[in-house]
């Protein structure tokens, strides 16, 4: 049973920085590229940053480069996003995403972790 735990969201003010950590189980953490989305109220989920299986290659999204950094730990199953100069338009639940291959490709989703940035 494949399982991505969230933890690390809160309330943070304008400028400040938060960690939000994703502890994944269930299937081969090493060898699978991890995402963190995002969700706003009354928008659509996007793509915030996605790392590759060994972490040697990252991306994000427009908005938040130069600000936020995905990293990950393949000996804890476990995948970091550093967020920093944290703006009010960054409030959302994170969430956590795997797209693993069995059969076929499955896609699995965290139960979202709410980050708050206000004064």
């Known amino acids: 049973q494949v399982q991505l735990v969230e933890s690390g969201g809160g309330l943070v003010q304008p400028g400040g920085s938060v960690r939000l950590s994703c502890v994944a189980s269930?299937?081969?953490?090493?060898?699978?590229?991890m995402s963190w989305y995002r969700q706003a109220p009354g928008k659509e989920r996007e793509l915030v940053a996605r790392?590759?299986?060994?972490?040697?290659?990252?991306s994000y999204v427009d908005d938040v480069k130069g600000r936020f950094t995905i990293s990950r730990d393949n000996a804890k199953n476990t995948v970091y996003l550093q967020m920093n100069s944290l703006k009010p338009e960054d409030t959302a639940v994170y969430y956590c995403?795997?797209?693993?291959?069995?059969?076929?490709?499955?896609?699995?989703w965290g139960q979202g972790t709410q980050v708050t940035v206000s004064s």
């Open positions: 790392i590759s299986s060994t972490g040697g290659s990252t």
């Open positions: 995403y795997a797209r693993v291959y069995w059969s076929h490709w499955y896609e699995y």
């Open positions: 269930g299937f081969t953490f090493s060898t699978n590229a």
